[in-house]
């Protein structure tokens, strides 16, 4: 069998998985009620407490990651720093770099499986964890995602990357914002998706106010009621979530929230403490802001602020029954936007 079947064999093998994925929390759900032989029942409560699921569906999406050309490494930055990359297994000098950068809700391996796959056809992709995320770590006081933008790009350096493009969402995007402007000669185009930059006290405030709930109580969430609401709010459609069952985000907790819990705390104190600045610096790069109209917890109006702040190298694409969880609600229309922008193509619509 030569290399391109067995790249689709596994291609098709892992599309089945995904599509398995969408199911298996209905379907362990129902098995849960059905049995009523005390051994089954408790085979099943054992099953529902060891994080067997979530750990297999992260070793699912670790080989997945690696059929989409991508191996993980480690950089060492300093003597605390450390920053955990997915890169090219084999970087193509007809490429153009891209580097894609996660929010709040998990690992990038997590947040990209959607993309990782059309977005590392087209580029040599670079994917962090952002750091006190995954395997990404610092023994420095620093919270602030003025420091993680200068220690990505540090990493991204010592990768031997040269000039990139770079995609971020919602925590990703302003760390992203910020890697563009202090390093205008080294990054190319800038895509921002979902991410409240260059917002006033008063809009804060009021946000704050909407949302109605301590924001690190679900941004690092402790109960599956706290990870219900963060899905609840960061997902349009919503519906699945009565057929998930609360061991699975009890397992999820578990397996992503654990590890740096006070760090990532502190990261969220110092974004709702720090003074509140409209006059963020503009950038020099062309940039695509991309928001999903049902976004609840950055609606449309920080999006046309930013758009109006940034002027005419930016553009404003406002995708339709889309919630603030773009990249899982409609990847594949972003993923056309990324690739189109980045490549230079042009396309009329600002609502997709």
Known sequence: MDSKKIWHFFSFYFSTIQIIFRYLFLIIQNLSRFPKHPFIRNAISDLFHAPVIVTFMDTMLLLYFHLCNLSPCTVDIDDQTTIHFFTPNHRKFNKPNLVIIHGYGGTSRWQFVHQVRPLSNRFNLYVPD????????????????????????????????????????????????????????????????????????????????????RISGFLVPESPQDLRFLVSLSMYRNDFLKWVPDFFFRQFINAMYKTHRKERLEMIEHLLTKDADPNV??????????????DKV??????????????????????????????????????????????????????V
Not at 281 to 294: A, C, K, S, V
């Open 298 to 351: 950055f609606p449309l109006e920080f999006a046309h602020q930013l758009h109006r702040h940034l002027g005419s190298k930016s553009k404003l694409v406002i995708l339709k029954n889309t919630g603030h969880a773009v990249n899982m609600e409609s990847p594949c229309e972003l993923n056309i936007l990324i690739k189109t922008f980045v490549f230079g193509h042009s396309y009329h619509m600002l609502e």
């Open 130 to 213: 952002l750091i006190f995320f995954g395997k990404s770590y610092s023994a420095g006081a620093d919270r602030t995602e003025v420091f993680q933008a200068k220690y990505l790009v540090e990493g991204l350096k010592r990768l031997g990357v040269g000039r990139f493009s770079v995609y971020g969402i919602s925590y990703g995007g302003i760390v992203a914002y910020h890697m563009a402007e202090m390093n205008p000669l080294e990054i190319d185009k800038v895509v921002i998706v979902s991410s409240a930059i260059g917002y006033t006290e008063e809009q804060k405030e009021r946000q704050l106010t909407r949302i109605g709930r």
């Open 281 to 294: 610096p503009i950038l020099t790069q062309e940039t695509l802001i991309i928001w999903g109209d049902q």
